[in-house]
């Protein structure tokens, strides 16, 4: 089992910056890509963003690309979003994830899911 709790998130103007972390605990941190998904209300869960186990490997949304940035420290068995220049579009709870395999975008391929954290962007 893996267990991950997500914080960070809030209330922030538009071009305003945020920083989520993920904190886990259970089995090795560094046998699992971690992948961060989003879901507004009334929209289904979406993709963001996801990192290799190793960290050399990331993939982004094309939304997000070139303002969100995913990193994780296996010392302190955490990921990181980095969301800069935020949009009034990026308002939703986000969640952090985890499973074995790198790459995936579905949110049915993630084993773990934490609890999610609120953020909301104001225009």
């Known amino acids: 089992q893996v267990q991950l709790v997500e914080s960070g998130g809030g209330l922030v103007q538009a071009g305003g910056s945020l920083r989520l972390s993920c904190a886990t605990s259970?089995?090795?941190?560094?046998?699992?890509?971690m992948a961060w998904f989003r879901q507004a209300p009334g929209k289904g869960r979406e993709f963001v963003s996801c990192i290799s186990f190793s960290g050399s490997r990331t993939k982004y949304a094309d939304s997000v690309k070139g303002r969100f940035t995913i990193s994780r420290d296996n010392a302190k068995n955490t990921v990181y979003l980095q969301m800069n220049s935020l949009k009034p579009e990026d308002t939703a709870v986000y969640y952090c994830?985890?499973?074995?395999?790198?790459?995936?975008?579905?949110?049915?391929?993630?084993?773990?899911w934490g609890q999610g954290t609120q953020v909301t962007v104001s225009s």
């Open positions: 994830a985890a499973e074995p395999r790198f790459g995936e975008v579905r949110p049915i391929e993630y084993d773990y």
């Open positions: 259970g089995r090795p941190f560094s046998s699992y890509s």
